[in-house]
């Protein structure tokens, strides 16, 4: 069974930082993509990052490109989103999706606030 589990989020101020951590377990395949997604009260779920497992290509959304970085610890199958400059606009439930081929699989999401 696959599993997704996002840690990380917290309570920071405008200006700080965050990693979030998903960890990915239960599966074999050695090719596949992690995307990191958010959704704020009210909004509708959008992109953040991803990374391709095998090639380590990764991708930004505009609103974040600059300021976050996604990589991939293979030793601890985890895949990082560091979160640097944050400002309010990125307060959100924020979540780690794995893609493996045709297969999606979400985590439980992880509530990041930033707020002074």
């Known amino acids: 069974q696959v599993q997704v589990v996002e840690s990380g989020g917290g309570l920071v101020q405008p200006g700080g930082s965050l990693r979030l951590a998903c960890v990915a377990s239960?599966?074999?395949?050695?090719?596949?993509?992690i995307g990191w997604f958010r959704q704020a009260p009210g909004k509708e779920r959008e992109g953040v990052s991803c990374?391709?497992?095998?090639?380590?290509?990764?991708k930004y959304a505009d609103s974040v490109k600059g300021r976050f970085t996604i990589s991939r610890d293979s030793g601890a199958n985890t895949v990082w989103l560091q979160m640097n400059s944050l400002a309010p606009e990125d307060t959100a439930v924020y979540y780690c999706?794995?893609?493996?081929?045709?297969?999606?699989?979400w985590g439980q999401g992880t509530q990041v606030t930033v707020s002074s």
């Open positions: 990374i391709s497992i095998g090639n380590g290509n990764t």
């Open positions: 999706q794995m893609r493996i081929a045709n297969r999606v699989y």
């Open positions: 239960g599966f074999s395949e050695h090719y596949y993509n």
